[in-house]
């Protein structure tokens, strides 16, 4: 009798071992396989809630003026899309996109900076849009992508110029990427930053997610897929955290977020805010569920980042 119980309760635990492993596989799958959204899908994401959009960006389309251009970074084929200021400019605005979008889906924001006089550089992040890649990096790993793509841009806009004047503005998963690319050592010609509704860290994120969508804990499942993550992608939820980089940056910060905001909780602003050592703004969106501060409050948006990046860029 008792080694049946010996041996049932062996195969029990074996059976919850295989289970758990199993759900952080699902979980792990669920959270990293991309989505290659088409640059004409997203616009027309963007549309209904900024018909503005429409006629500036077909004009750009007529008249040539969006142009693509591939880089190989780490054996990945990795693409961005570029356009330039009306008039020669050094000014550039480096747009970093959300999870499962491309890079189109930052035109509204682009909107803005070109009608300040901005260049425009819009990354596909890695796996999105038309970049290769195995799988969505939750900003991590991208920022070191994104200050390569940095790097690339200042060469092409900088002219005569010895560098360019750069602002980085990203959104959702964007802004996360921004905000560790902000705690990185920063080159002379980034000038500031902009994070719209970005997540702590990815562990963060996904324990919200995790609750939000299956009812479930963190433990053990969150564990059990971030060491899974380690293994196959050389990475862990826990090292992915915006909040810890932005305690190490250098360059001024606006932080932006929307007061209804449940998908990445408005809660998470004031901690990030608070963690930036350096010259820094917070701008909440009354009413504004997630990444939808530009939409709803466009003017006011258009202000609060005009009146930031103008005092570092000229």
């Known amino acids: 009798m008792k080694k049946k119980i010996i041996i049932s309760t062996g195969v029990v635990l074996m059976l919850a ?6 759900g952080g596989m699902y979980l792990l799958n669920y959270a990293l396989t991309p989505l290659h959204r088409t640059q004409d899908e997203a616009l027309e994401r963007l549309y209904p809630d900024n018909a503005y959009l429409r006629p500036w960006v077909d004009s750009l389309k007529a008249a040539g003026a969006m142009h693509d251009t591939v880089v190989t970074i ?4 990795l693409n961005a899309t570029y356009v330039a200021a009306r008039q020669p400019s050094r000014r550039v605005a480096m747009l970093i996109h959300g999870y499962k979008d491309c890079n189109t889906m930052m035109m509204h924001v682009g909107y803005i900076y070109y009608h300040l006089g901005y ?20 900003g991590w790993l991208d920022r070191l992508d994104v200050m390569q793509w940095m790097r690339i841009a200042n060469e092409k806009f900088r002219a005569d110029s010895v560098s360019t004047q750069m602002v980085v503005h990203g959104i959702s998963m964007g802004a996360a990427t921004t905000m560790c690319v902000a705690g990185e050592k920063q080159p002379p010609y980034v000038k500031c930053y902009v994070a719209d509704c970005g997540y702590t860290s990815v562990r963060d994120e996904f324990s919200r997610q995790l609750k939000d ?30 909040l810890e980089q932005v305690k190490k940056a250098t360059l001024p910060i606006l932080v932006i977020h929307g007061d209804s905001d449940d998908f990445v909780p408005t809660s998470m602003a004031q901690p990030i805010y608070d963690a930036i050592p350096t010259a820094k703004r917070l701008y909440i969106a009354k009413g504004s569920a997630h990444a939808r501060s530009l939409s709803d409050h466009r003017t006011e948006y258009t202000q609060i980042v005009t009146d930031f990046t103008s005092k570092y860029i000229h």
């Open 213 to 242: 969508q299956f009812g479930l804990p963190s433990f053990p499942l969150l564990d059990i897929a971030s060491a899974m993550c380690q293994w196959k992608y050389g990475w862990n939820f826990e090292e992915a955290s915006p």
């Open 119 to 138: 260049n425009l550089f819009l990354p596909d992040l890695y796996a999105h849009g038309k970049s290769e890649g195995s799988h969505i990096r939750m």
């Open 17 to 22: 071992m295989v289970a758990l492993i199993g």
């Open 74 to 77: 780490g054996g990945t084929r």
